[in-house]
Every structure is written in structure tokens, then in C-alpha cells.
């Protein structure tokens, strides 16, 4: 990393800024590897002692992202000419973002802050039992207390006229996202997706679900999916590869990469998809500008930019036709004689069998995002007050019956199955839906833009592709705000269209609907 400054422009108001900027980062990523830690390694018996330990380093980076210093430095810095005059400038997009974080994070009490962040580590772990005991009981005060306390947050931040609480939490994960945009997406997607899944329930010829069912040593996975991981361009040397509950990816910066998978013996198609999922994340952030650690201009633009990275190398690749020509011969190189007996069009069908189910994470392409509609809409409830914590488990079911015809046997498999909730992340679950669309409009542009990347696929080279993403997208850090970056990328703002054109290319032939 470059040093942030010389003796020579140590006093200047932009280089102190980014200083101090730094400072916070630093002590904020150490938080991050603590956060891993408490998911991956660390024991049982460290949980109120870690609690207590991110408690006052959220603490902590609060007070230093609050500092009236940094007030005084952002104030002097927007009045620089230079600034002015490059709105899209490095420094320029350093000091707009400074600017929105600060105004958010001054509006906080540190209380509050260290609270929830206290609340969401003990939340974890109790959500972790809960969901293992199948009882939503054991977790509800505990969502009870979160609920208020993010409730309590967004009355701080405050809303536009006509907005409401939920568009205070989701400013976080996506800027400019309100709950009514949500919902203005969701509602037609939702119609046109449900139209395509009965479309595909009604064929008569549905793919083998062989692939999804034959058993294969753990330890023959985790080879395997280090091995895409890798030949996809995530760098080992830069990031390593543990086992969670709940994947996830996480880490301090561009050179410290952490993410998780999980495995079943019988369901080798789980741990490839997480993998490659996470890889996603992790190949975003191993190629944001690594001389801007710390700063808006080295950090990626959005969640929902973010899950767009992690969606494509899952989904428009590894879903693909032409990634499984390359990848089918190499199953019998990690798994010998158990998947010789699976052909290239088993496989690649079995990888994209449409079937309304009840785990997300698990969900196929065709349904993923009625999932989230369900998530979406509890969450609003929640924070508007219209639904209290003890009504979620009914709520879910009946949601999951109207939206996937499925009936919930449990709460394990219900209500309890995603880990965000604990972790105090409200706001966050349509950033997996907008990554859909992101990632389907994007993943268009670059097949116009390299010309042969189907046949580069399918000899298993992705360099070509990945440059594209790092050029266009992971290099730009902050530069654009979402929309504005897809419109720069694809030439067109946001559309579902994409997304089903994709759908319909390819499930549509699998299934042989005509």
C-alpha cells in the first residue's frame, strides 16, 4: 500500500482526512477478522468475551468515525476548487462518501452502536442453537431485542417524507434503496417467475436429480472446490478457504480474503455453488485497488453490486452449459468410479433442476427469489410495526405456501435458516435479488464484449472474463453509485429482463418446453 502521505503535504485537509479515514478502517477490519474468528475457530466458551471485544471496537470506530475533526476536514476539503471541479476523481469520490458515512454515523450514539453490536454477537450464537433445536422460541427475545434496537436506529437516520423505517437500514447496504422501489420490482418479477416455474412443474420431462445425490467423500470436495475456486481466479495466496454454518465471505482488505463453504456427502452441487459463490465476493474484493485500502475509492460501491459478482461466477457460470462441458471430465479425476457413471448432460441438467423448496441457499435460479420477496416483506413489516417478532414463524409459512406451494415442516427449516437476522442485518436481504438482475445484465454486456467467452468457458478459461469484471466494475471502487455503474457498464439502467431472458434460455430447453 502506498504510504497515505509525504512530510511535504502532511497538513493539507485531504491527506488528514484520509489518515484518520484509515485509522478507522484499520481497527474496523481488525473487527472484521474477529467476526470470522467467532464463525470459524473460535470455541464455544469465547462467545461473552468476544462479545464484549467487538463491542468496544464498534465502539471505538464509531467514536473515530464521529470525530468533529473529521467534520472540520470534509467541510475544507468541498471547498477545494480541484474537488469541485472532478466530481469523479479518487479524492472527489473519497470525500463524497466520507461525507454520506459521517453525516449517517453522527446521527448515532455510540450507546447504540456498541449495543447492537454486543446484542448481534450473543444473537449469533443463541440463533446457531435455536436453529439446531428446530425452536424459533429460544431465539425470539433475542430477535425481540434486535428489533427494537434497529428500530431505535433507524428513528435516528431518520427518512424522507413518504419513505419509511426500513429505508433508513437499507441506505447501509444499498444507497438510494427504499422499500417502495423494492416492492415496485418485486411484484411484476414475482408474477413473471411464477409463470415460468408452472411452465416448467408441467413438463413431463424433468432432469435426473442423479448429481445431487450421489455420495462423495468430504474430503474429495474440498479438494475439488479449491481447485474451481482457484482456476476461476481466486487467489489462495491472498485469501484462504474455511467451513461455516452459513457461508459467508469476509476479511480486512484486498490481501486478506477469508471465506467459508459448507459440505454434504451427498450433495457435492452445494459446496461447488457456495464455493463459487463466495468466490465471487472473494475475487471482487482481492482486485479493488490495493493503494486505496481503507478509502470509499478501494471499497466495493454495494451489496447488491457485490452479490452481482458472487451470483455471476455461481450461476451465469457455473450453471452453464459450456462450464460443465470443461468441468464434467474432471469429476472422475477427484471422485474416481463414484460419478463415472453421470454424463455431461446429467450433470449439467441436474445443476439446474427447478424445484420449489424451502432452504434458500439451496434454492435453484427459477425460485431464489421468492425467497427473498418472503424476507423482504417480514422485514418491512417488522420495523413498520405492522407484525411483531412472535408472528414471523406463521407469517413465513403462509408466505412460502402462497409465493412456493410448499408446506414448512419446522423452524429450522423455516424461520430460523438464515443467519442475518441475528447479526442485526435488516435492509439487506433485496441486495440478493437486485445481484441477480446486476449480474445477468452485466454477464449480457460481457458476452457482447468478448466475443468468444461461451467457447473460453468452456475450455475452462476465465482470465479474459475476470479482467472484464475488474476493469469495469471491481477497479472502480465507489466511483458510481449502483445505478449510475450499470448504466456506465451495460449502457441501460437496471432491468428484469435480462435475468429472464437468462431464465428462459436455458430452462427452458432442460426441461424441453417448447
Not at 462423495?216 to 487467489?235: H, T
Request: aromatic share 8%; charged share 25%.
Amino acid at each position: 500500500m502506498k504510504p497515505a502521505h509525504s512530510p511535504a503535504t502532511a497538513a493539507k485537509p485531504y491527506v488528514e482526512l484520509i489518515d484518520r479515514v484509515r485509522e478507522a478502517n484499520l481497527l474496523e477490519s481488525s473487527a472484521s477478522v474477529l467476526g470470522w474468528d467467532q464463525e470459524t475457530m473460535m470455541p464455544a466458551g469465547g462467545l461473552e468475551h468476544r462479545s464484549r471485544q467487538l463491542a468496544q471496537m464498534a465502539r471505538l470506530v464509531h467514536q473515530m468515525k464521529t470525530d468533529p475533526r473529521l467534520g472540520e476536514l470534509l467541510a475544507a476539503c468541498e471547498a477545494e476548487p480541484s474537488i469541485k471541479a472532478e466530481p469523479l476523481s479518487s479524492e472527489a469520490v473519497n470525500v463524497r462518501e466520507i461525507r454520506r458515512e459521517y453525516d449517517r454515523a453522527t446521527k448515532l450514539p455510540t450507546s447504540l452502536v456498541e449495543e447492537l453490536t454486543k446484542i448481534s454477537s450473543v444473537a449469533r450464537a443463541e440463533w446457531a442453537k435455536a436453529r439446531k433445536a428446530s425452536d424459533f422460541k429460544l431465539f425470539k427475545p433475542w430477535l425481540e431485542r434486535i428489533v427494537k434496537l434497529l428500530r431505535e436506529k433507524a428513528a435516528c437516520f431518520g427518512w424522507p417524507k413518504g419513505g419509511e423505517a426500513w429505508d433508513a437500514l437499507a441506505e447501509d447496504y444499498e444507497p438510494g434503496c427504499t422499500a417502495a422501489q423494492v416492492e415496485a420490482v418485486f411484484k411484476p418479477l414475482r408474477t413473471r417467475l411464477v409463470n415460468l416455474v408452472s411452465r416448467l412443474m408441467a413438463s413431463p420431462r424433468k432432469p435426473t436429480n442423479a448429481f445431487n445425490e450421489v455420495k462423495l467423500p468430504i474430503s474429495q470436495q474440498e479438494k475439488f472446490v479449491r481447485f474451481v475456486a482457484q482456476r476461476i481466479g481466486f487467489d489462495f495466496n491472498r485469501g484462504r478457504l474455511d467451513v461455516s454454518t452459513h457461508p459467508f465471505c469476509s476479511g480486512s482488505h484486498c490481501n486478506d480474503v477469508r471465506m467459508t463453504t459448507r459440505f454434504h456427502e451427498d450433495n457435492v452441487n452445494d459446496a461447488l455453488g457456495s464455493t463459487m459463490h463466495e468466490s465471487g465476493h472473494g475475487i471482487y474484493e482481492q482486485n479493488l485497488p490495493a493503494d486505496a485500502i481503507g478509502t470509499p475509492i478501494g471499497s466495493a460501491v454495494s451489496l447488491g453490486i457485490h452479490e452481482s459478482q458472487s451470483r455471476l461466477w455461481e450461476n451465469q457460470v457455473g450453471r452453464s452449459e459450456g462450464f460443465w462441458k470443461w468441468l464434467h471430465p474432471q469429476l472422475a479425476d477427484y471422485f474416481g468410479d463414484a460419478a463415472g457413471g453421470l454424463s455431461m448432460r446429467d450433470v449439467y441438467r441436474s445443476v439446474n433442476i427447478v424445484q420449489p423448496s424451502l432452504i434458500r441457499v439451496e434454492a435453484d435460479e427459477a425460485t431464489y427469489n421468492l425467497h427473498i420477496m418472503v424476507r423482504f416483506e417480514i422485514e418491512r413489516a417488522l420495523m413498520s410495526g405492522a407484525m411483531s417478532v412472535e408472528e414471523v414463524p406463521a407469517v413465513w409459512n403462509t408466505r412460502y405456501k402462497e409465493y412456493l406451494d410448499i408446506d414448512v415442516p419446522d423452524d429450522r427449516r423455516g424461520c430460523l435458516q438464515d443467519i442475518h437476522w441475528s447479526m442485526a442485518s435488516m435492509g439487506y436481504f433485496p441486495t440478493y435479488t437486485l445481484g441477480n438482475l446486476y449480474a445477468a445484465q452485466f454477464f449480457e454486456r460481457a458476452l457482447s464484449d468478448i466475443g468468444d467467452l461461451s467457447a473460453q468457458i468452456e475450455h475452462g478459461e476465465f482470465s479474459a472474463l475476470r479482467q472484464w469484471l475488474t476493469a469495469k466494475i471491481h477497479s472502480q471502487g465507489m466511483r458510481f453509485g449502483a445505478a449510475r455503474l450499470c448504466e456506465v457498464v451495460t449502457g441501460e439502467p437496471l432491468s428484469a429482463d435480462p435475468l429472464l431472458r437468462h431464465l428462459e434460455s436455458k430452462l427452458l430447453p432442460v426441461y424441453e418446453v417448447a
